[in-house]
RNA sequence: GGCGAGGUAGCUCAACGGUGGAGCAGUGGACUCAUAAGCCAUUGGUUGUGGGUUCGAAUCCCACCCUCGCCA
């Protein structure tokens, strides 16, 4: 039985680089849900792209005094060129600049204006005569009109700790440039989310037996206190999606309401690229399908209760815009595993201090797999979580290395030596091979649980464990010893062990897909576990855009027991993974403090 | 200020009303196929603080302290 999964995967904003932070908080969990469920035969998709718009990036663009699309390229062009590098395999990652983008979100915002959830009002707004722009009111600071501090943002003074009513600010200041900003008179549209707090607040109800507490009794709290209040989906912006309705020229969708439809376009822009029309309908419109939201905690908000608010909100009426279509729902999300934070040595990790791990860093030293198995062990699934040198280090040697890359390459290589390089015939089992081999086999449901109730460290913790047995199981039988006595038990002994491994490297490929399609190919299988990634670059309206891709052609993973056959030729294993040396750990502790700015 | 999450062994976490557990690190031991890895044994905790409920509390209640997120 297929089930049709969306993995949708938080947007990055194009104004800063990626760090290990944003990977462990949403990318690499989902990569890891996404390739187990590729596995079990599940159809797919994966999908996210760069959230392009905004005045962080045009701000960023007048100060270095660039386009603002070459400034979002740059951004890009970097996430995708990690991502390959991180394997994490997005079906389609894009960005909210395509005519595709633009397009669905549009029709997104009708459907809500023709069902009535669509207001406008007009309100006064900072203006930068300046800049010449309007200004968001985290852009404004000024002196607080209650208790007279001097650097209070527009809408809150951090001082006395009041919410402000920006008009009354004393003594307005742009933060951008220190100009004087005016109060202008503009008028928006505002998405009516009291209408649909009763809907959101049943849709997260039905789902709380399931979702992880921090997710759904934060929003439920949050909604049950304060309620669903309106909030402005339109802004006075020249960089983004245009508001599709005469005499709305100069304003743009806002991107909170508008970045997060990336999820629905891109399944889109997927099927229109493969020229397979319709057919991302399977994720949208199939009640069967199941979509998981990979995010961290700063977004949860925003994915819990904002978006099912739209979708609830568009009912039918977006099938009905968007292919003419009558009687289509789209699917509300199935779950938001939204993680916690990681810090960095004690510390709050910071882009703007420069206190970070970049991602990119720390590939040109590292593997990527040491990678993904660090952030996993160490996700901040239930609480915040640190990144710390010493740890990394010792995990790499004491787990990763000495426990399952060893245990691959002792096995691997003695086989080799002593059995013609092929997978020696075991004759009859004995109860401890059947034992072992029962218990490994056992990890296809017990990992998978896990994986499906997407508790990430305890499903690689379960597969881990399942090494030491094997490890045990050795120590056991001792072929090294039998070798010299009694070829035939230690033939069993080595068979045994490697149809464990054979499906140990199964189970462990959703965290570790380098070093398991390696070991793929010294067990001497010709196809590789998973598909391959690569980048194109597309022409629409709007100009052109690199998107990265999947190709699941060649894949033959399943995720099965072994079911290795005496005779099959093996090649001589290079070890897995690097052991490291323990000077890298003063060695990075002495970057990151070099690099850091205060 | 409002809404939430978390504070358990050196480290990372599990127990969510019934004698505080696991992995890693540390210590001791036998082995040698393997990246001096693996295996066996073992040290280690007034469960943030102070009260309360209970035959019994890490677990429930109250207050306080600390960390973190969200507040459109």
């Known amino acids: 039985m297929s089930t049709p999964v969306l993995v949708a995967v938080a947007w990055p904003y194009a104004n800063a680089e990626i760090h290990v932070g944003n990977i462990t908080g949403a990318y690499l969990p989902a990569d890891i849900v996404a390739r187990y469920h590729r596995l079990k035969g599940n159809r797919v998709l994966m999908v996210s792209g760069t959230d392009s718009h905004g005045t962080p990036v045009t701000l960023r663009a007048d100060a270095e005094g660039k386009p603002v699309e ?75 009109y209650l208790c ?17 009513e920006p008009e009354k600010l004393l003594n307005p200041r742009s933060k951008v440039d220190g100009s004087t900003p005016e109060l202008r ?41 304060e309620g669903l209040k309106s909030r402005p989906i339109t802004r006075d912006l020249d960089w983004g999606i245009p508001v599709p309705v005469q005499g709305w020229e100069g304003k743009c969708l806002y991107v909170w309401f508008e970045a997060v439809i990336g ?9 229109n690229l493969h020229g397979l029309g319709d057919v991302w309908k399977d994720w949208w419109v199939n009640p069967e399908s199941r979509t998981i939201y990979f995010i961290g905690k700063d977004n949860i908000f925003f994915h819990a209760a904002w978006w099912p608010a739209q979708l609830l909100g568009m009912g039918e009426t977006f099938m ?33 201090r420069n206190w970070a791990v970049w991602g990119h860093d720390f590939l040109s030293r590292y593997d990527p797999d040491p ?16 990144w710390d040198w010493e740890d990394f280090y010792k995990r790499n040697n004491d787990e990763l290395v000495a426990t399952w890359g060893n ?38 449901e017990s990992v998978s649980a896990e994986l499906e109730a997407v508790h990430l460290r305890n499903a690689l913790g379960t597969a881990m464990a399942l090494a030491t047995e094997v490890n045990r199981y050795l120590d056991q039988t001792a072929p090294w010893k039998e070798i010299k006595t009694d070829r035939q038990a230690a033939a069993r002994a080595i068979y045994t062990a490697l149809r464990c491994i054979d499906s140990l490297s199964i189970l462990l490929s959703p965290f570790l897909p380098f070093s398991s ?75 990151l403090h070099a690099q850091r700015k205060s």
């Open 70 to 144: 070459e400034v979002y390229k740059r951004f890009h062009e970097s996430f995708l060129d990690l991502f390959q590098k991180c394997g994490l395999t997005y079906d389609l990652f894009t960005t909210t600049h395509t005519e595709n983008h633009f397009k669905v979100a549009q029709s997104v915002f009708l459907a809500l204006l023709k069902n009535g959830y669509l207001y406008t009002e007009t309100r006064p707004q900072w203006y930068s005569p300046a800049l010449n722009r309007f200004l968001p009111d985290r852009y404004i600071e000024g002196t607080c």
């Open 148 to 164: 007279g501090y001097e650097h209070a943002r527009s809408d809150q003074c951090d001082k006395c700790g009041n919410v402000l």
């Open 185 to 225: 008179e503009t008028e928006h549209y505002y998405l009516d989310l009291s209408k649909l707090e009763p809907e959101v607040a049943r849709f997260l109800r039905e789902r709380q037996h399931y979702w992880r507490e921090t997710v759904s009794r934060q929003t439920l709290g949050q909604i049950e206190s």
């Open 263 to 271: 999820y629905l376009s891109a399944p889109v822009e997927w099927a």
């Open 320 to 352: 009905e815009i968007f292919t003419g279509e009558k009687g289509q729902k789209l699917v509300l999300p199935y779950d938001v595993p939204a993680n916690q934070f990681m810090n960095l040595e004690g510390d709050k990790i910071s882009g703007s």
């Open 371 to 386: 990678l993904r198995y660090y952030l996993t062990v160490n996700m901040p699934e239930m609480r915040d979580t640190d």
């Open 407 to 444: 245990l691959a390459n002792r096995v691997l290589s003695f086989a080799v030596k002593h059995f013609e390089g092929k997978v020696p015939d075991p004759g009859p089992l004995t109860a401890l091979d059947e034992d072992i081999l029962r218990r490994v086999e056992a990890g296809f």
């Open 517 to 591: 399609e390696k070991l793929h190919q010294y067990f001497g299988y010709e196809k590789p576990l998973f598909g391959k990634q690569a980048t194109r670059t597309v022409q629409d309206s709007l100009g052109e855009h690199t998107v990265l891709l999947y190709d699941p052609d060649d894949a033959s993973g399943r995720w099965e027991p072994s079911q290795l056959q005496a005779g099959q030729p093996l090649q001589a294993p290079q070890p897995l993974f690097k052991k490291l040396d323990a000077s890298i750990v003063e060695e990075e502790r002495a970057r």
